[in-house]
């Protein structure tokens, strides 16, 4: 499934710490470009479809992006390094998620906002 986006106005943004900057980085390449780094915040060519928020004092809050070249989960943790994964459809991404519990709360707010049906 594709979500229509103007791509001159879709820009996405993440904070980096520096225990996952590089990681974070590396993620975003291989689904979008990096068009802009200042100071901790790395601007890329990608849209926010889905912004949710944290639970159990573990997550504060996970972004999914569609990008040129698939899409985006990236989630700010409480403690501990910051985590994203990527992938070429959404279920890849939800898939891959080292945090089952950020991948079924980010099908649940797909499924709230119509980007994906509960049959998946």
Known sequence: MTIPTNSQQARGMIFVKDDAADAIKQAIKKVSKIIGIEDNKVFFEGKRIVE???????????????CPGGYLLHTYMEKGPNWAVTGKTIQDVLDRAPDQQVARRAHGLLIQKNLLHASH
């Open 52 to 66: 949710g928020h944290g639970f159990a004092l573990r997550v504060n809050s996970y972004d999914l992006y569609q």
